[in-house]
């Protein structure tokens, strides 16, 4: 079985401010973790992946993600946040020949 | 990564109706997934369409809700039957954007925004 927990619904930042969105995961096997973006009015895009090669993913526009397999977590950061960022963000979790398995999503919100 | 297409955009149905999506895929694929994507849920598999033969339906949704159609392999339909107001939802259509890669990382369309009234 497999499961994925994002904290947070809703996440506001200021313009410049430091991205952090949390995501910590459950598998039975070796993960593949993912992160997916989607911006008002369209699909889900990929944004990083992380299928057991670099800890440390870099990903499209800034962003990366670690695994952390000892905290079974695959937070999502930027260091800077531009408004353009403002989105809803999914964690997503794979492993085995189990299917992909989303969380319920983080709405990142930008103060200017 | 293959490129999709899915219509309607968005549509306002009344209870009882059916409503039928379609997905178009610039390449041919093996499989299409079909998503719903409730407000303040995760997305949810409804079922995995193969060309030449019947979709495989995940727990809780089934075939006379939810009929699936895959005449070839760019192409898939997904009619939401006899609406009532708790099928708004978003429905989404996805492949597999590395085939072979072994990584299920999946590639999704705009989806297609019911509301049900």
């Known amino acids: 079985a497999q499961s994925v927990t994002q904290l947070g619904s809703h996440v506001s930042v200021s313009e410049g401010a430091l991205v952090l969105l949390r995501c910590n995961y459950s598998s039975s096997v070796p993960p593949y973790l993912f992160w ?75 103060i200017p | ?18 409503l039928t999506i379609q997905c178009q895929v610039d390449s041919q694929v093996t499989m299409m997934f079909w998503y719903r994507q409730q407000p303040g849920q995760s997305l949810t598999l409804i079922a995995t369409a193969n060309q030449g033969s019947e979709a495989t339906y995940e727990s809780g949704f089934v075939i006379d809700k939810f009929p699936i159609s895959r005449p ?21 259509c996805s492949v597999e954007g590395e085939p072979g890669s072994g990584a299920n990382v999946l590639t999704f369309g705009a989806g297609s925004r019911l509301t049900v009234l």
């Open chain 1, 36 to 110: 997916y973006v989607q911006y008002p009015n369209q699909g889900l895009q990929l944004l990083l992946k992380y299928t057991s090669a670099a800890t440390l993913v870099k990903g499209i526009n800034g962003f990366e993600a670690e695994f952390k397999k000892s905290e079974t977590s695959f937070h999502l950061t930027k260091p800077s946040a531009h408004m353009s960022d403002a989105a809803e963000y999914f964690c997503a979790v794979s492993g085995g020949y189990q299917k992909v398995t989303f969380g319920i999503g983080t709405k990142l919100q930008v």
């Open chain 2, 1 to 18: 990564s293959a490129v999709i297409s899915q219509k309607p955009s968005r549509d306002i149905c009344q209870r009882g109706t059916s």
């Open chain 2, 72 to 92: 070839n392999l760019t192409f898939s339909t997904l009619t939401v039957s006899n609406m009532s107001p708790e099928d708004s939802s978003i429905y989404l």
